[in-house]
């Protein structure tokens, strides 16, 4: 017996889709049938992946998103629904990092990592959840109530590394907003849960891996190796699925034991 998951009929909003796992997901989604929102603020990326996607025939959009500013994030999601109709899923994807020690991080470089991970996960979570709530309630139109969020973390989250303390702390940050986020919007079928991805070989730091400080980090996890985008991708279309509906408030460690 074979058991899959059809998300046809489903429209996902994925943030930071330009490349990286954010990309993947969207590519994931699309497989599993999702109609698909594609935001970012380079719009270009974003032009390209909608284009492998519709190669394939499925559904894709692009909308410019700065998930730094909260006018961006109104007009973004307004936009998708608009072009797509009411989003089911949301893949909160976007954030960036910076690498020095305590000591040295300045405010520009908390703030940057701050209005990214933390500031503007919260106000993507907050527009699309304000929308699933209104559905839910029977005051706004929608074919489906309930909606799937699904925050990207990072094993940083729980596991706090040297050098990338203040993106540790914008990540644990994640996680709690995640379990305030299912608290309050789980009786309304909304589940919000959160993946912490570990050490995955993306485009942005391909080239670490191959150096002599890439080698020695691998070296020290627990299976020698690191991921790769696809594995995370029964994750995330499980918790993008009705099927995921007894899931809510969790967080879920993909870091090949790293975390443990």
């Given at each position: 017996?074979?058991?899959?998951?059809?998300?046809?009929?489903?429209?996902?909003?994925?943030?930071?889709?330009?490349?990286?796992?954010g990309?993947?997901?969207?590519?994931?989604?699309?497989?599993?049938?999702?109609?698909?929102?594609?935001?970012?603020?380079?719009?270009?990326?974003?032009?390209?992946?909608?284009?492998?996607?519709?190669?394939?025939?499925?559904?894709?959009?692009?909308?410019a998103?700065?998930?730094?500013?909260?006018?961006?994030?109104?007009?973004?999601?307004?936009?998708?629904?608009?072009?797509?109709?009411?989003?089911?899923?949301?893949?909160?994807?976007?954030?960036?990092?910076?690498?020095?020690?305590?000591?040295?991080?300045?405010?520009?470089?908390?703030?940057?990592?701050?209005?990214?991970?933390?500031?503007?996960?919260?106000?993507?979570?907050?527009?699309?959840?304000?929308?699933?709530?209104?559905?839910?309630?029977?005051?706004?139109?929608?074919?489906?109530?309930?909606?799937?969020?699904?925050?990207?973390?990072?094993?940083?989250?729980?596991?706090?590394?040297?050098?990338?303390?203040?993106?540790?702390?914008?990540?644990?940050?994640?996680?709690?907003?995640?379990?305030?986020?299912?608290?309050?919007?789980?009786?309304?079928?909304?589940?919000?849960?959160?993946?912490?991805?570990?050490?995955?070989?993306?485009?942005?730091?391909?080239?670490?891996?191959?150096?002599?400080?890439?080698?020695?980090?691998?070296?020290?996890?627990?299976?020698?190796?690191?991921?790769?985008?696809?594995?995370?991708?029964?994750?995330?279309?499980?918790?993008?699925?009705?099927?995921?509906?007894?899931?809510?408030?969790?967080?879920?460690?993909?870091?090949?034991?790293f975390?443990?």
């Open positions: 017996m074979s058991y899959s998951i059809d998300l046809s009929g489903r429209v996902a909003f994925v943030t930071g889709a330009s490349s990286g796992l990309a993947q997901f969207a590519r994931a989604l699309a497989r599993a049938g999702a109609g698909v929102v594609l935001a970012s603020r380079r719009l270009e990326r974003l032009k390209d992946l909608r284009a492998q996607i519709e190669a394939e025939g499925e559904d894709a959009h692009v909308v998103l700065d998930v730094t500013s909260i006018d961006s994030i109104k007009s973004a999601v307004a936009h998708a629904e608009t072009e797509m109709g009411s989003i089911d899923i949301l893949v909160n994807n976007s954030g960036v990092s910076t690498t020095q020690r305590i000591q040295d991080v300045t405010e520009e470089d908390y703030d940057f990592i701050f209005d990214t991970n933390v500031k503007g996960a919260f106000f993507v979570a907050q527009e699309v959840g304000k929308r699933m709530l209104a559905r839910a309630r029977g005051s706004a139109p929608g074919t489906y109530t309930g909606g799937r969020i699904i925050n990207i973390a990072s094993m940083a989250g729980l596991k706090v590394l040297p050098q990338i303390g203040a993106y540790a702390i914008s990540k644990a940050a994640v996680v709690h907003m995640t379990k305030a986020m299912a608290l309050e919007w789980g009786r309304f079928g909304i589940n919000v849960n959160a993946i912490c991805p570990g050490y995955i070989d993306t485009e942005i730091n391909h080239h670490h891996w191959s150096t002599e400080q890439g080698q020695k980090l691998m070296q020290m996890l627990p299976r020698k190796r690191v991921g790769k985008p696809e594995d995370l991708d029964a994750l995330v279309v499980l918790l993008a699925s009705s099927q995921s509906h007894f899931i809510n408030g969790a967080v879920i460690a993909a870091d090949d034991g975390a443990v």
